[in-house]
Every structure is written in structure tokens, then in C-alpha cells.
């Protein structure tokens, strides 16, 4: 089995390499097929490796592949660990990430456009952005697959690496390139926290092993840190780990790069910020449950800003116009449910709706790429409408999408968010009262932000100009060909994942879950089956806010925006302080921009102005250098040429030495 | 017959010779005097092999140890020796000096064999410095150092370079007047000036302090620490590439290998005690400098700061092995130190790199102010992506070699104090900051003006240069470990050497010195 892990990591590197360097000289086709190539086998081997796991009762596999070092008489170790959730996780990104392949040789096919004519940058950009996906696909595999904490960390950095050079693909646009560094640095806020608990767990535990630490754990269960006044050792870890989640999942406070990511090409939103990359802190956080599960305040904390996000991302999505912002939006309160669900140890469910939502967010971003390819890169849903005559198969999958993103029964969504809003309904950790309340409400705002995008792109008049209106039509097959393999598990993979997963606990040992915890038995103990789970759900809260959101969208769309198109700016008006604060996005990107951008860089000019400059250079260097021009002037004097100037010197030296033999 | 030889002789004088062979060239022939540096730089840098090769990574005692008396009145001997702490830095010394010939090929038109010449003889005195076990013969080679790059700078620099120079001499020699009164009270008290027997010397504290204060104005000038770091970004602004490429990735390492080599040793209650001192300024260079760094408007300043914020990393990993004794501890004691070296050894390929790439530009431009950049990827794509996967290392991106100095020195700090971890992790975010905005003004964005819009990519010799310090860069990021592992024993004999207290009332190896200290 090593050998075959081995291929599924090493295969996407490879495409990258090739693609990459060699570009130029196999041309487009040459590029995207073997990136394609190498990305296809290892979904393939990934898919193969996953029916082992579920069908033939594969072992989970540990193994080092080698000694990355040996210091201090810890050992750094290169290898892979393999069981049923990084299995799950294998499929899930090579899947997703092999239908972005496909799509992107229709998406990108007309990249020339997107340059200037004197940019040599431009002449290899669709063989550059394949290097790029496959490239991810390598670094998202090291992630899943580590069986250490720092191959965890160089997989988190690396992916890191390829959505900052991903978001600022188009090198000459200046927002893009301004998203891609935002996008970096809040990260690295994030890895901030990451490192920090990585040398936590490695000065307590002495080694990066997951299996060693997590071993060790329960004896620390009661350990104290005098840091902050003193807390647990497993808080203090557990926290500073979440805040790498927080940074990689898009968590408030650190929410703020996911929007501006929306610079980068569809696909790799597709891909990186909906599907894959973002889902990484949901992924460690479960891999690390056996630590957090020994902090009730961690989890507390996790849960509270899981839900907040959850909530307050998901109203912002409601005053966007551009297409893929929505969508961003609603990514990043869906991320906030499945960190609540972590937060309420539900870590299966939030895992199940980690892989739907892979599927219906992936489709969604590829079905509104595939617009944006008809209304020749117009992203304002405004000039769109009446979309679903000329794109069929583009309609009917992105409503395939939208429903199950709003958890209509039956589609895979309702499965995955209902057993959250469950789960977190059980819990009983502080906290747990808010954040299912926020969650519940989500529902009814994630309905109403999603169809009105569906309405106003899909139905009505089209509002596009004459030129765009003349030319639409339904993208090709390598882009609607994705958009369908996505739609089939976007409807289905629900209804089929939802018992292995939640009720019989597959994940089994993946996941660690104390008794006082568990707030998924609930689920497995009331277990009739996927009907009665859906008609049970039918008579709950969040269904009716769902399906209330649904109406008040038809209700804005029939009866307000038909009538009255103009009806978006009216809206705004009424809604006074509180759209303005919604468009502002809560005012954290002007805090950031002032305090941290602005303020760095001024305290930064007066150090160097006042401090270097002035004080050392200033005062001390040269001062000094002047000092001893001053004395030297002044000695110079004292070599007049004159012999009875120095006779004189030679007898008052010979004085002072007289007196002090004397005196001593 | 490996061991025999005396190769470190070789790798001293071999450059030496080559260097007084290029200037007897003469300048009529630029090509041939060009082709023979480059020989002679190659040939340095194999003979250098052995001494990895051939070294013995079991042991901490010195290798290829070389000793005949040289000033026998004044008990002066010409003794040579490596141990896992020098050696690696003499590889550094003699691989960059490669591209630093290499760099200089084609842009430097005013007496290049000179300009040659200088590198070489630059690059077998550096060497003696990382071997000289003989304090006199360090001090020489030391004081020498001064020289070669005194006229470098002073003859290939820019409009401003006598107050650079000036300034660069001056803060140098103020520092190494003091280490050379110590030496000589060390010879005092041990009646030779050999370097290891200073390491066994018995000294009071008094004693201790000041030769470690003597020890640290030499050393923190050198590496620069903060605030007698202000000479570093003038000597870059205005030394030619090839001289900022030999600054900043070895001179600067010169500081660091003193402390390992004669602060820690030496003077180990005095470093326990002043452990705070240099802590402090170490942290202080990561954040200060840091801040500082993204506000300059000059390429080259820019990358200078970021070398002196680089640079705390590798004085923290030093020090802070006093701070983990202090609580009565040893774990993290061998990688806090052993980071540092990384760091070292790291700094030495990305800065090197990154001032590399600083010379394209200004070869084709002659201007290093940022705000005359912009879009330069659009005409030089590969240009482009080296500067990408530098700035990248720089900002210790996991893969490369960044990112494991300043790992292990994290990891380390965090034993010692969370707030020292916390403080030291800020470069996270910070080195990111200066150098991405670096890239995103300059690289990145539309073609800013005609100049830009001319460009020309790397050529040949500069895509070689960059290449081979990218794999370097890369090797070690992916497998640290044949590096580390050659330190090993050298840094894990240091660390216990440390914890003996040299006080005379009692040196019990259990008990870490502070703990007597405190009342």
C-alpha cells in the first residue's frame, strides 16, 4: 500500500513539474493532459484506496517515508498516515480537484485575453495555471495524508503557497495581486497560532508522531501552564492550533481574505476556496479531536465562533451583487457550520458536511464560471436573468446545487446541516444555547441569499446587454461535463453517506470522542432510517426557516424585483444603518487596513526616521565620529612643532608620576 | 591519507594565491583573468570537499587539525582545525564565492581582475577565520577580513561609499579593538593563545563579564545585532552585488560563529547571566528591524534589514539555551542552538540569492528604488518566478531552507518562555509582510514605465547563479538532516560544555550555573 500512497501524492507533483517547466515546449494540450494524467490516477488510486477502506476492511496504514531530522533527540519524520477519514479526504480532493482539471480546458481556453499584449507572463498561463491546480493537489494530499505535525504544517503552508499565487494568477491586475497578499498574511496570522501550538505539543510531548501524542494525552489532561495567568496545557494547545483553523477556514475574525480570494480564476475557487484548501482547519481540527476533546473551553471556543461565522457571513451574502462573492459568502457560513459542529464534538457530521458540501460548492462555483464564460466575464448578477434558456444543463445543476446548499430534503445538504443543527441542539458545553440559535437562523438566511442569486441569474428577462445576449449559449462539454459528475453527488452522496458516517460511526477510531460528549448519539440512537430522518427533519425549525427563506426570495423575485427593478436600491434605503453595516462587512477590513496595514507601517517609518536614523546614526555614530574630530582638533594643538611645548609636556608627566610613586 | 592532508591549508591559500596570480594577469586580457578566478573559485570549492567527506560526524573534536608554531617567542602557533559548528560554514564560504565570480562577469567593466582578485583573497581569509584555532591567527584573519572589503565596497561602490566605508571600518574595528584585549588577557591566564584552552580557562565572573562584554561588542557589530546594526544597510546600499552577496551571506555568519566559538565557552556564567541581554536584542532585531524593513523604498535596504531580522533568530537560538537551564531543563538546549546555524547556513543561500537578484535588476536599470518597479514579471517571467520562490524561503516558507531555522529556534524559544516563542513567531507574519509587499511592488502589477516595459530576461549565467542557490535552498528544506547531523555531536558537546560552571567554588554538572547565580 505505501507504494500506491506514494503515487497518489507524488503523481499530481509530477504534472506540476512538467507543466510548469516544460510548458512552452509541450504547449496546451501537452500540459493539461498530463496534468490531467497525473491527477486522474490519483483519484483513481484515491477512489480504489477509499472502496478498500469501506468494502474490504483495510487497515489504517502509519508509516514514515524518512527521517526529515533528527534533533535534540526528536525525530522528524516524512510519512503518511492513512485511515478512514484520510481516506475519505484522499477521494474528496482528488475527485473535485480532477473535475476542475477537465473544466478548466474550457475555462481557461480563451485566457489570452486576460493579458496584455506585452506581457510574457500571459504566453503560458493556461499551462501555467494547470502546473498550478496539480500543484495544490500534491500540497492538499501532504496535508490529509501527514501522520506528524509539521508534514501537517509544511502541507498548510504549501497550499497556502499555491492560493496566493492562484489568487493573484493574473499578475497585472491590481486588485488581484492586493487579494493575494491580503490572503497570504492573514493566513500566516493564523500559522502565527499554528507554530506556536505546534512547539506547545512538542515541548510537552517531546515528539511531532500523531499517534505518540495523542497517546500521551490523557495524561495531560490536567497539566497547567503558567502562561496568561495560568491555564491548561490542552487549552492553550488546542486554541492556539484553531487559530491556524481559524486562518485556513476562514473563521472571524481572520474571515476577511476569503472574499477578496474571489480575484483568483473560477476554478481554483472551485477548487481551492470552496471544496479543498478552506475545508483544512475542519480536517485538523478532527484529526486533532483526541486533544480537543480534552478542553471544554477549546471546544466552547470553537463552537461560538463557528456559529458566529455561520451567522454573520452567511447576512453579509445577502447585499453582494457579483456572483462569485455570493457564493464566497455562503462558503464561508457553510465553513461556520462545520466548525460549530466540531466545536459540539459532532466531528463526523461536521466531516459529512465537509465532503457535501465539497460537491455542491464545487459545483455551484463551477456552475456560476460557467456563466460567467457566457456574459463574457460580467459578474454582476444584475445584468444577467433568464439564463436557464440558453444554459440548460448550467441551470439544472446549479439548482441541483442551490438545494441541497439550502438543505432541501432529500438533497445531500439537509443531511449533513441537519445533523449539525442536531448535534450542537445536544450539546451542552457553554455556548451551545447560542450557537444553536445562530444556526437555526442560518438556515433561513442561507435559502433567501442563494435564490435570490438563483432567481435574478436564472429566471425573469435577461438584463445583459444586446452583444452578450446575441452570443450566449451553453458552454461545452468539458465544462458541463464537471458540472453534471458533481450534481450526481450533490444529490445523492447524502442520503448514502449519512448512515455509515453519523449512525454506525465508520470513521471509528479516526476520531476520538468522549462519552460526555457525544452529542451524535442522539441521532444514531432515534435511527429509522433516511426517511423517517427526513420527515423528522420536516417538522423542525430550521426546515421551516429554510423553506420560509425560499418563499421570501420567490416573494423578493415575483413580487418586488419583476415589478420594480430597481427594487435592490430601494431595499437598501429602508434598511438604513443596517445594510450599511452589512455592506461594510462589519467595518473589519477598514480596522485592518487602518490598524495593522496603516499602523505597521507607521511605527515601522519612525523606528527607522527617529530611532535608526536620528538616535543611532544621529546622535550616537555620528556624534561620536564628531566627538573624536572635535578632540582630535583639539590635540592637534598640542603638536605645535615647538620644542618647549613638549619639554613642558615631558615635565608635567613626569611630575604627575612622581607624585603618584609616591603617593601609592 | 585523507585526514593527513592538509586541506584546510589548501582551501586558506589556495584562493590566496589564485587571488595575487589573477591581479599579476594584469588587466589586459579581462577574459582569460575572469576565466582564471572562476578556476581557481571552483577548484577551492572541490578541494573543500574533503572536509565533509572525510568528516567524522561521531565526534566533536576538531578534524583536519593542522598545528605548527608560527611566533614560538610569543607562544603563537599556526593551528588549524575543524568541528561540526565551522565546517559547514566553510562550505558556505567556498560555494557562494562561485556565484559571486560568476555575478561579477559580465557587469564589472573597471578593473575586473582586481575586483576578482579581492573575492578571492576575501574567500580564503574567511576561511581562515572558521578554522584559526590559534587566537592570534584568528585575530589575523579577522582583522584581514576588513580589508578586501573595505576596498570593494570603497572602489566598485556607489556614489556615497566613503561614508560607507568609513562607517563599516569604523564600527567593525571599535568592535574587534575589545575582543583583542580579551585574547590577549586570556593568554594571560592560560599562557598560550590556544582558542581551546581558553575554553577550559577557570575564570571569575567579574572576569567573565567583561571579556563577554569585549567579545559581544566584536561580535553583535558583525552579525549586526540591535542598535549597532545601522552600518549593515549603508555598506549594502552602496557595495557592488557581489560584495553585499559575501556580507550578508558570510560576514554576518562571522558573528554568529564567535559567540558559538568563543562567547559560550568561554565566558558560560557570564552568558548565563547576560542571557536576557541578548534575548532582548535578538527579539527586538525580529520585530524593530522587522517593522523597519517595510517602510524602506530601497531594494537593497530592504533585503539588508530583513538580514539583521533574520539574523535575531540566530543569536535567540543562542542564548536561549540559558533561559531552558534556567528552568532547570536540557531539552531544547541542542536545537535552539543547532536552529541557528540552520539559520546561518540558510541565510546564507536565500540573502545571497535575493541580493543576486537585486543585481539583475540594477544591471539593467542602475536604479534600486522600489518605486521604480513594477510589472517587471511581465517582461522577465522567469526573473519572476526566482524572485516568487526567494521571497518565499525568505519568509520561511516550509520546503525550503527558511523555514527550518526558524522552526527549530521557535520550538526551542518555546521552552524557554511562551513569550519568547510568541514574540520570535511574529516573523511569521512580519518577514511575509516586507518581503511579499517587496514582490508585489516590484515583480508584480502592470508594467510600470518604458524602462520596465525594455527589459530584458535572465541571462545564462544569471539563470545558473539563481538556479543552483534554488536547489540549494530547496535541499536543505526537504532533507535538513545530513546537515544536522554533522552538527550533532559538536553542538550536543558545546551544550554540556556550557552547563559547567567555571565559577571556582564548584562546577557540578548537574546544577545549571544560573541556579548559583540566584540567591
Not at chain 1, 457564493?327 to 466548525?339: H, P, V
Not at chain 2, 567579574?206 to 561580535?219: C, V
Amino acid at each position: 500500500m505505501e507504494t500506491v500512497y506514494l503515487i497518489i501524492v507524488l503523481a499530481p507533483l509530477f504534472g506540476a513539474i512538467v507543466a510548469g517547466f516544460f510548458g512552452g515546449k509541450i504547449g496546451r494540450a501537452g500540459a493539461h493532459s498530463v496534468a490531467i494524467a497525473g491527477v486522474g490516477l490519483s483519484a483513481v488510486l484515491s477512489l480504489w484506496v477509499l472502496s478498500r477502506f469501506i468494502w474490504h476492511d483495510e487497515p489504517a496504514f502509519n508509516g514514515s517515508l524518512y527521517t526529515w531530522m533528527v534533533a535534540d533527540g526528536i525525530r522528524f519524520e516524512i510519512g503518511f498516515l492513512v485511515d478512514r477519514l484520510t481516506a475519505l479526504m484522499m477521494a474528496v480532493v482528488t475527485f473535485v480537484s480532477l473535475m476542475v482539471h477537465i473544466y478548466t480546458i474550457g475555462y481557461m481556453a480563451d485566457d489570452a485575453h486576460n493579458w496584455p499584449e506585452n506581457s510574457l507572463v500571459g504566453k503560458n498561463s493556461y499551462q501555467r495555471f494547470f502546473s498550478y491546480i496539480s500543484l495544490f493537489t500534491f500540497s492538499m494530499l501532504m496535508l490529509v495524508m501527514a501522520n506528524n505535525f509539521m508534514q501537517l504544517f509544511f502541507g498548510w503552508e504549501a497550499v497556502g503557497l499555491v492560493s496566493y499565487l492562484l489568487i493573484g494568477f493574473y499578475t497585472t491586475r491590481e486588485s488581484a495581486i492586493s487579494a493575494n497578499l491580503k490572503a497570504f498574511l492573514v493566513n500566516r496570522v493564523g500559522d502565527f497560532g499554528f507554530i506556536l501550538g505546534i512547539a506547545a505539543v512538542v515541548m510537552y510531548f517531546n515528539s511531532l508522531d500523531y499517534a505518540e501524542v495523542f497517546a500521551q494525552a490523557p495524561a495531560h489532561a490536567e497539566t497547567q501552564v503558567a502562561v496568561f495567568g495560568g491555564v491548561s496545557l490542552m487549552t492553550l494547545i488546542c486554541i492556539l492550533l484553531f487559530i491556524g483553523a481559524m486562518g485556513k477556514s476562514a473563521q472571524m475574525p481572520l474571515h476577511v481574505w476569503l472574499p477578496d480570494s474571489m480575484e483568483g480564476p473560477t476554478p481554483i475557487s472551485a477548487l481551492i476556496h470552496a471544496a479543498t484548501m478552506v475545508t483544512a482547519g475542519v480536517f485538523m481540527v478532527t484529526r486533532m479531536s483526541p486533544l480537543f476533546e480534552l478542553s471544554t473551553t477549546a471546544l466552547s471556543f470553537v463552537l461560538v465562533i463557528g456559529a458566529l461565522t455561520a451567522f454573520l457571513m452567511g447576512l453579509i451574502g445577502l447585499v453582494q451583487n457579483d456572483i462569485k462573492r455570493v457564493i464566497a459568502y455562503s462558503t464561508l457560513s457553510q465553513l461556520g457550520y462545520m466548525i460549530a459542529a466540531l466545536g459540539a464534538s459532532a466531528y463526523a457530521a461536521g466531516i459529512f458536511h465537509l465532503m457535501t458540501h465539497a460537491f455542491f460548492k464545487a459545483l455551484l462555483f463551477l456552475a456560476a464560471g460557467s456563466v460567467i464564460i457566457a456574459m463574457h466575464h460580467d459578474q454582476d448578477i444584475r445584468n444577467m436573468g433568464g439564463l436557464k434558456r440558453y444554459m440548460p444543463i448550467t441551470w439544472i445543476t446549479a439548482l441541483a446545487g442551490s438545494l441541497a446548499l439550502i438543505a432541501f430534503p432529500g438533497f445531500s445538504g439537509f443531511f449533513s446541516k441537519d445533523a449539525i443543527i442536531e448535534a450542537v441542539g445536544h450539546s451542552q458545553i457553554a455556548g451551545a444555547g447560542l450557537a444553536n440559535l445562530l444556526l437555526i437562523l442560518g438556515a433561513f438566511v442561507t435559502a433567501l441569499y442563494s435564490f435570490r442569486l438563483y432567481f435574478l441569474v436564472f429566471h425573469g428577462e435577461p438584463r445583459m446587454d444586446h452583444h452578450t445576449r446575441s452570443h450566449l449559449h451553453e458552454t461545452p462539454w468539458v465544462v458541463t461535463g464537471p458540472l453534471i459528475a458533481l450534481a450526481i453527488p450533490s444529490v445523492f452522496i447524502g442520503w448514502y453517506a449519512i448512515e455509515p458516517l453519523l449512525v454506525e460511526n465508520w470513521l471509528g477510531d479516526a476520531i476520538t470522542v468522549l462519552h460526555e460528549h457525544d452529542t451524535l448519539h442522539h441521532l444514531a440512537a432515534h435511527w429509522h432510517g433516511q426517511r423517517e430522518f427526513i420527515r423528522h427533519g420536516m417538522q423542525t425549525l430550521p426546515f421551516w426557516l429554510s423553506m420560509g427563506g425560499l418563499l421570501m426570495a420567490a416573494y423578493y423575485w415575483w413580487y418586488l424585483h419583476q415589478r420594480n427593478p430597481g427594487i435592490d436600491a430601494e431595499l437598501q434605503e429602508r434598511g438604513g444603518r443596517f445594510t450599511r453595516l452589512l455592506q461594510d462587512k462589519y467595518g473589519f477590513d477598514d480596522f485592518n487596513q487602518r490598524v495593522f496595514a496603516g499602523g505597521g507601517q507607521l511605527i515601522g517609518r519612525f523606528l527607522w526616521k527617529r530611532s535608526d536614523q536620528r538616535l543611532i546614526d544621529g546622535a550616537v555614530v555620528n556624534g561620536s565620529a564628531k566627538a573624536v574630530g572635535w578632540i582630535a582638533a583639539r590635540a592637534r594643538h598640542l603638536q605645535s612643532g615647538m620644542l618647549y611645548h613638549y619639554a613642558f609636556a615631558m615635565i608635567l608627566g613626569l611630575v604627575v608620576l612622581l607624585t603618584l610613586f609616591v603617593t601609592f | 591519507m585523507l585526514l593527513e592532508f592538509p586541506w584546510l591549508s589548501l582551501v586558506i591559500w589556495l584562493p590566496i594565491i589564485g587571488g595575487i596570480a589573477v591581479i599579476a594577469s594584469g588587466e589586459q586580457n579581462a577574459e582569460l583573468t575572469k576565466r582564471i578566478a572562476l578556476g581557481f573559485a571552483l577548484l577551492t570549492f572541490v578541494m573543500s570537499l574533503p572536509l565533509w567527506f572525510g568528516f567524522d560526524a561521531s565526534t566533536a573534536a576538531m578534524q583536519f587539525v593542522e598545528r605548527s608554531p608560527w611566533l614560538p617567542a610569543l607562544g603563537v602557533d599556526y593551528y588549524l582545525g575543524v568541528d561540526g559548528i565551522s565546517m559547514p560554514l566553510i562550505l558556505l564560504t567556498t560555494f557562494i564565492t562561485i556565484f559571486v565570480i560568476i555575478a561579477g562577469w559580465d557587469v564589472i567593466s573597471y578593473k575586473p581582475s582586481q575586483y576578482m582578485a579581492a573575492f578571492l583573497i576575501m574567500e580564503g581569509i574567511m576561511v581562515g577565520v572558521f578554522s584559526a584555532l590559534d587566537a592570534i591567527l584568528f585575530y589575523f584573519f579577522w582583522e584581514a577580513m576588513l580589508i578586501p572589503m573595505f576596498i570593494i565596497i570603497g572602489v566598485w561602490g556607489g556614489p556615497n561609499r566613503v561614508y560607507a566605508t568609513i562607517k563599516f571600518f569604523l564600527y567593525t574595528f571599535f568592535g574587534s579593538v575589545f575582543m583583542l584585549v580579551a585574547l590577549i588577557y586570556l593568554y594571560f591566564q592560560t599562557g598560550s593563545f590556544d582558542i581551546l584552552g581558553f575554553h577550559a580557562a577557570p575564570l571569575g565572573l567579574t572576569a567573565q563579564i567583561l571579556i563577554f562584554f569585549a567579545f559581544l561588542l566584536a561580535f553583535a557589530v558583525k552579525v549586526p545585532m540591535f542598535p549597532v546594526h545601522t552600518w549593515l544597510p549603508d555598506a549594502h546600499v552602496e557595495a557592488p552585488t557581489g560584495g553585499s552577496v559575501i556580507l550578508a551571506a558570510i560576514m554576518l555568519k562571522i558573528g554568529g560563529y564567535g559567540f558559538l566559538r568563543f562567547s559560550l565557552p568561554i565566558a558560560p556564567d557570564a552568558s548565563a547571566q547576560l542571557d536576557w541581554l541578548i534575548i532582548t536584542m535578538s527579539l527586538i532585531a525580529v520585530i524593530y528591524i522587522g517593522l523597519v524593513a517595510l517602510v524602506q523604498q530601497d531594494m537593497k535596504k530592504l533585503i539588508a534589514y530583513s538580514s539583521i531580522a533574520h539574523m535575531g533568530f540566530v543569536t535567540l537560538g543562542f542564548f536561549i539555551v540559558f533561559a531552558i537551564f534556567q528552568r532547570a531543563e536540557t531539552a531544547g538546549a541542542v536545537m535552539g542552538i543547532e536552529g541557528g546555524m540552520v539559520q546561518m547556513i540558510s541565510h546564507g543561500f536565500i540573502s545571497g540569492a535575493l541580493f543576486l537578484c537585486v543585481g539583475v535588476l540594477y544591471d539593467r536599470m542602475h536604479t534600486r528604488e522600489i518605486s521604480a518597479y513594477g510589472g517587471v514579471i511581465n517582461r522577465m517571467p522567469w526573473f519572476g518566478a526566482f524572485v516568487v520562490f526567494f521571497a518565499m524561503a525568505n519568509a520561511g516558507l516550509p520546503g525550503t531552507s527558511g523555514f527550518v531555522g526558524e522552526f527549530m529556534v521557535i520550538l526551542a524559544a518555546f521552552r524557554a518562555d511562551f513569550w519568547f516563542a510568541f514574540l520570535a513567531a511574529t516573523t511569521l507574519v512580519l518577514a511575509a509582510a516586507f518581503t511579499l509587499w517587496l514582490v508585489k511592488r516590484v515583480i508584480f502589477g502592470d508594467i510600470g514605465n518604458d524602462n520596465v516595459a525594455a527589459l530584458k530576461d535572465l541571462n545564462r549565467r544569471e539563470t545558473l547563479n539563481l538556479s543552483v542557490l534554488a536547489a540549494a535552498t530547496l535541499a536543505i528544506g526537504i532533507w535538513p538532516k545530513p546537515l544536522i547531523d554533522v552538527m550533532e555531536p559538536t553542538i550536543a558537546n558545546l551544550v554540556q560544555q556550557i552547563q559547567v560552571s567555571k565559577l571556582p567554588e564548584g562546577s557540578d554538572l548537574v546544577t545549571p550555573p544560573i541556579a548559583r547565580l540566584q540567591p
